[in-house]
């Protein structure tokens, strides 16, 4: 027995053995693949969408899903295939029988809108396979594109024709009249009136500055804006539906907001667990939620964010902090619970850069204040990134810190992604201002100019600047260098070569020289620069009623001086600051042994203050004051170094340079003394559009002794403008009302300026 169960196993591995070879033998290539019937979708993208290819294995589920595919493209009606045996391998023949084709589109009842315009709001086109779904959302934008033109009860429908595998599609429009809003009401709005809500959507009644046209996108917006209005106060259980009824004979619809607004929530009790790096007390300052407070997500995501932060601060990246609210709709109250996970203090272990495909490294990494090595802190990371900021260099500047362990557990990654901005700039054209009159200019400059990089001269930072201006007022020339870090060190350097020269009212002004300078860092705010400069002045072509003090310095003086600053910054983005001080302190000595011409001090202080005012505005305000004075062989000081005032950049509402000492004459021969004050309130309108209002006030006094409390003389003036940004440089325009005109002068004046950036 045992020896004939050993037989027929024997007998049974056998036949397996010999199926597998078998099987192994009649494995099958895919030798070609021919597609039959296709008339408008080509071969070749039929055969794009397929798994089986030419000389792979032939596999049945490979077909099904093939065949699966080709259904899914919309295109065809019934596909199939067959195999053909060949040498070494079979042959496959995808059979398709393709959708019906568009052959004509027909719209029929449009008279308010053209038919061109009709077909570019359609997906579907003739000669193309017909897709009835494509058809179906066609319908709808056709539908939209008539609300926006008032005709919110137009009806479109359409109408298909087959014959011969082509399709004629029909579609009529029936317009119906133009509807426009009557009335928007709103019921159930108990804590807020109908003007307060009002203010929250866009859907307007018709009025002679608004069309009135109903959009349901709109609508749909604003019933969205009102649910978000009650969150925020507090009515979590809000809701909002519309209401929409018409005229029995007239062409006007009525629009009823639906509110039940249920019931406002307040902040019960607030209580923080897991922390152990900071007390319960002082996580919970500053909050916006505390007890009895009106309760809203909006504030609860801030206040959960808020938390993180502290500890982010403090070096523990890898904190978590999760809130959990308990509703109790009994009281009205949420109470709050802030779980934290705390982790371990983190250090910096690479910091890695990107995005700057110009702008050498170094020239970023200068800029930090957190190295590798380490612990990460806050406001360490929010200083280097407003400093990288501040450079000029970059439209985007992003810091990510990965919560990714790298060699050390407690160590982590920083990146630092940048997107360059267009830092080279080659411009010309025409400009107006109220000071300079009409002027064009060109303009050759680079804010990251590198000296040594041939031939592209860009990425290190320093900046290279050729301008030229030319007008019916002034003509000026200037180049201009500075390298930020000199030698690698936080040392500024650079020179300025100069002829510039001003044709006044009853002299012209020629000043030709140059200047250089030294400045350095000190400490993350303080700035210190030492600037030589040599200058030669010269007052010609004198009107025969020119003042005493303008007609004896007739003629060429040089002035040889040298200028001590001291500057604080502390502004978020000196390019559009809305926070922080700029103050500069100076003292300008000319003369003496420094030889020249002209013996004088002056002493200058220029302070800004930006405060914000919610998102969009901000209050600057400015104190600039001055002091002149001669020495030693100079008896008095030139005219060309007194302070003037009046126009566009000191006192807006009254002539350039007319606030202050006028000489026999009436024209302006300056003072030793300058104090100014400016308040302007500024409002970003859209990104490259702002509107200012402003108060200015000041004077310039002859002399000491007319700076007295009883005889100041201030002159104020108060106005508003516009100031636009565009790719040639901003263009400022205000209107000041002079509120101390002196006699004959014009209370109002407009001040326009356009002005190449550089």
Same mark, same amino acid.
């Given at each position: 027995?045992?020896?004939?169960?050993?037989?027929?196993?024997?007998?049974?591995?056998?036949?397996?053995? @010999?199926?597998?070879?078998?099987?192994?033998?009649?494995?099958?290539?895919?030798?070609?693949?021919?597609?039959?019937?296709?008339?408008?979708?080509?071969?070749q993208?039929?055969?794009?969408?397929?798994?089986?290819?030419?000389?792979?294995?032939?596999?049945?589920?490979?077909?099904?899903? +093939?065949?699966?595919?080709?259904?899914?493209? !919309?295109?065809?009606?019934?596909?199939?295939a067959?195999?053909?045996?060949?040498?070494?391998?079979?042959?496959v023949?995808?059979?398709?029988?393709?959708?019906?084709?568009?052959?004509?589109?027909? &719209?029929?009842?449009?008279?308010?809108?053209?038919t061109?315009?009709?077909?570019?709001?359609?997906?579907?086109?003739?000669?193309?396979?017909?897709?009835?779904?494509?058809?179906?959302?066609?319908?709808?934008?056709?539908?939209?594109?008539?609300?926006?033109?008032?005709?919110?009860?137009?009806?479109?429908?359409?109408?298909?024709?087959?014959?011969?595998?082509?399709?004629?599609?029909?579609?009529?429009?029936?317009? !119906?009249?133009?509807?426009?809003?009557?009335?928007i009401?709103?019921?159930?709005?108990? @804590?807020?009136?109908?003007k307060?809500?009002?203010?929250?959507?866009?859907?307007?009644?018709?009025?002679?500055?608004?069309?009135?046209?109903?959009?349901?996108?709109?609508?749909?917006?604003?019933?969205?804006?009102?649910?978000? &209005?009650?969150?925020?106060?507090?009515?979590?259980?809000?809701?909002?539906?519309?209401?929409?009824?018409y005229?029995?004979?007239?062409?006007?619809?009525?629009i009823?907001?639906?509110?039940?607004?249920?019931?406002?929530?307040?902040?019960?009790?607030?209580?923080?667990y897991?922390?152990?790096?900071?007390?319960?007390?002082? *996580?919970?300052?500053?909050?916006?939620?505390?007890?009895?407070?009106?309760?809203?997500?909006?504030?609860?995501?801030?206040?959960?964010?808020?938390?993180?932060?502290?500890?982010?601060?403090?070096?523990?990246?890898a904190?978590?902090?999760?809130?959990?609210?308990?509703?109790n709709?009994?009281?009205?109250?949420? +109470?709050?619970?802030?779980?934290?996970?705390? !982790?371990?203090?983190?250090?910096? +272990?690479?910091?890695?850069?990107?995005?700057?495909?110009?702008?050498?490294?170094?020239?970023?990494?200068?800029?930090?204040? =957190?190295?590798?090595?380490?612990?990460?802190?806050?406001?360490?990371?929010?200083?280097?990134?407003?400093?990288?900021?501040?450079?000029? %260099?970059f439209?985007?500047?992003?810091?990510?810190?990965?919560?990714?362990?790298t060699?050390?557990?407690?160590?982590?990654?920083?990146?630092?992604?940048?997107?360059?901005?267009?830092?080279?700039?080659? @411009?010309?054209?025409?400009?107006?201002?109220?000071? +300079?009159? %009409?002027?064009?200019?060109?303009?050759?400059?680079?804010?990251? %100019?590198d000296?040594?990089?041939?031939?592209?001269?860009?990425g290190?930072?320093?900046?290279?600047?050729?301008?030229?201006?030319?007008?019916?007022?002034?003509?000026?020339?200037?180049?201009?260098?500075?390298?930020?870090?000199?030698?690698g060190?936080?040392?500024?350097t650079?020179?300025?070569?100069?002829?510039?020269?001003?044709?006044?009212? /009853?002299?012209?002004?020629?000043?030709?020289?140059?200047?250089?300078f030294?400045?350095?860092e000190?400490?993350?705010?303080?700035?210190?620069r030492?600037?030589?400069?040599?200058?030669?002045?010269?007052?010609?072509?004198?009107?025969?009623?020119?003042?005493?003090?303008?007609?004896?310095?007739?003629?060429?003086?040089?002035?040889? @001086?040298?200028?001590t600053?001291?500057?604080?910054?502390?502004?978020?983005?000196? &390019?559009?600051?809305? /926070?922080?001080?700029?103050?500069?302190?100076?003292?300008?000595?000319?003369?003496?042994?420094?030889?020249?011409?002209?013996? %004088?001090?002056?002493?200058?202080?220029?302070?800004?203050?930006? *405060?914000?005012? !919610?998102?969009?505005?901000?209050?600057?305000?400015?104190?600039?004051?001055?002091?002149v004075?001669?020495?030693?062989?100079?008896?008095?000081?030139p005219?060309?170094?007194?302070?003037?005032?009046?126009?566009?950049?000191?006192?807006?509402?009254?002539?350039?340079r007319?606030?202050?000492p006028?000489?026999?004459?009436?024209?302006?021969?300056?003072?030793?003394?300058?104090?100014?004050?400016?308040?302007?309130?500024?409002?970003?309108?859209?990104?490259?559009?702002?509107?200012?209002?402003?108060?200015d006030?000041?004077?310039?006094?002859?002399?000491?002794?007319?700076?007295?409390?009883?005889?100041?003389?201030?002159?104020?003036?108060?106005?508003?403008?516009?100031?636009?940004?565009?790719?040639?440089?901003?263009?400022? =325009?205000?209107y000041?009302?002079?509120?101390?005109?002196?006699?004959?002068?014009?209370?109002?004046?407009?001040?326009?300026?356009?002005?190449?950036? &550089?």
């Amino acid at each position: 027995m045992k020896i004939k169960k050993i037989l027929i196993l024997a007998a049974i591995l056998v036949i397996s053995l @010999s199926g597998a070879v078998r099987a192994q033998g009649a494995k099958r290539l895919v030798k070609e693949i021919e597609v039959i019937n296709n008339k408008v979708v080509s071969q070749q993208s039929i055969l794009s969408k397929l798994q089986t290819k030419q000389e792979t294995e032939y596999s049945p589920v490979t077909l099904s899903d +093939d065949i699966k595919r080709l259904y899914a493209t !919309g295109l065809f009606s019934d596909v199939s295939a067959d195999i053909l045996d060949m040498d070494n391998g079979v042959k496959v023949v995808f059979k398709v029988q393709e959708k019906p084709v568009l052959k004509e589109i027909k &719209f029929r009842g449009n008279r308010r809108i053209k038919t061109r315009k009709l077909f570019k709001e359609i997906k579907i086109k003739k000669e193309e396979i017909f897709d009835k779904f494509k058809l179906k959302e066609d319908m709808e934008n056709l539908k939209n594109l008539y609300a926006k033109k008032g005709y919110s009860l137009v009806e479109v429908k359409y109408d298909v024709e087959e014959k011969d595998n082509k399709v004629v599609v029909t579609i009529d429009v029936f317009e !119906g009249e133009r509807i426009c809003i009557r009335k928007i009401s709103f019921q159930g709005n108990d @804590s807020y009136n109908d003007k307060r809500i009002m203010k929250l959507i866009k859907t307007k009644r018709k009025t002679w500055l608004n069309s009135g046209f109903f959009k349901k996108d709109v609508l749909a917006e604003d019933t969205d804006r009102i649910m978000g &209005f009650y969150h925020f106060e507090g009515f979590i259980d809000v809701q909002v539906s519309t209401n929409i009824t018409y005229h029995e004979k007239k062409p006007w619809m009525f629009i009823v907001f639906e509110i039940k607004e249920g019931k406002q929530y307040k902040v019960g009790n607030v209580d923080v667990y897991g922390n152990s790096v900071f007390s319960k007390e002082q *996580l919970r300052e500053g909050l916006k939620l505390f007890s009895k407070e009106i309760y809203t997500e909006g504030k609860l995501r801030a206040d959960t964010a808020k938390i993180q932060s502290d500890y982010f601060d403090e070096g523990y990246i890898a904190a978590s902090v999760k809130a959990d609210t308990v509703l109790n709709s009994q009281t009205g109250n949420v +109470d709050i619970n802030y779980g934290v996970s705390e !982790g371990e203090v983190a250090y910096v +272990d690479k910091i890695n850069l990107s995005g700057n495909t110009r702008t050498k490294d170094v020239v970023l990494r200068r800029e930090m204040r =957190l190295f590798p090595g380490d612990r990460y802190n806050g406001d360490k990371l929010r200083r280097s990134r407003q400093r990288i900021q501040n450079l000029g %260099f970059f439209e985007e500047v992003t810091f990510d810190t990965k919560e990714e362990i790298t060699t050390l557990p407690d160590k982590y990654d920083l990146d630092i992604f940048v997107k360059e901005s267009k830092t080279g700039e080659f @411009s010309f054209g025409a400009g107006y201002s109220s000071l +300079d009159q %009409f002027i064009g200019f060109i303009n050759l400059s680079q804010k990251n %100019f590198d000296l040594f990089n041939f031939p592209g001269f860009a990425g290190a930072g320093q900046t290279l600047g050729i301008n030229m201006e030319i007008g019916s007022a002034r003509k000026d020339y200037e180049l201009t260098f500075i390298e930020p870090w000199f030698l690698g060190y936080p040392v500024s350097t650079g020179f300025s070569l100069y002829s510039r020269s001003r044709y006044w009212d /009853k002299y012209d002004e020629k000043r030709t020289g140059g200047n250089v300078f030294l400045g350095r860092e000190f400490g993350e705010y303080w700035m210190g620069r030492i600037t030589y400069r040599y200058e030669g002045v010269r007052l010609s072509d004198m009107a025969g009623d020119t003042s005493a003090d303008v007609a004896k310095e007739e003629g060429k003086n040089f002035i040889s @001086s040298l200028k001590t600053s001291v500057t604080y910054d502390t502004r978020d983005n000196k &390019f559009n600051p809305s /926070k922080g001080f700029y103050n500069i302190l100076s003292c300008e000595y000319a003369g003496g042994i420094l030889e020249g011409d002209k013996d %004088f001090i002056k002493y200058e202080t220029l302070n800004y203050k930006y *405060l914000p005012l !919610g998102q969009k505005a901000v209050l600057e305000l400015g104190l600039r004051l001055g002091m002149v004075e001669a020495f030693d062989d100079s008896v008095y000081v030139p005219v060309y170094e007194r302070f003037y005032a009046g126009g566009a950049n000191t006192i807006r509402g009254y002539k350039e340079r007319r606030v202050g000492p006028e000489g026999e004459f009436g024209d302006p021969i300056g003072g030793r003394l300058r104090g100014i004050f400016n308040a302007e309130y500024i409002y970003q309108l859209t990104p490259g559009l702002k509107w200012a209002f402003f108060y200015d006030n000041g004077n310039v006094w002859a002399t000491h002794g007319d700076f007295v409390w009883g005889n100041l003389k201030l002159r104020s003036s108060i106005g508003s403008g516009i100031r636009v940004k565009t790719p040639l440089g901003p263009i400022k =325009l205000d209107y000041g009302y002079a509120l101390d005109p002196k006699e004959g002068d014009a209370a109002g004046r407009f001040h326009f300026s356009m002005s190449q950036q &550089f």
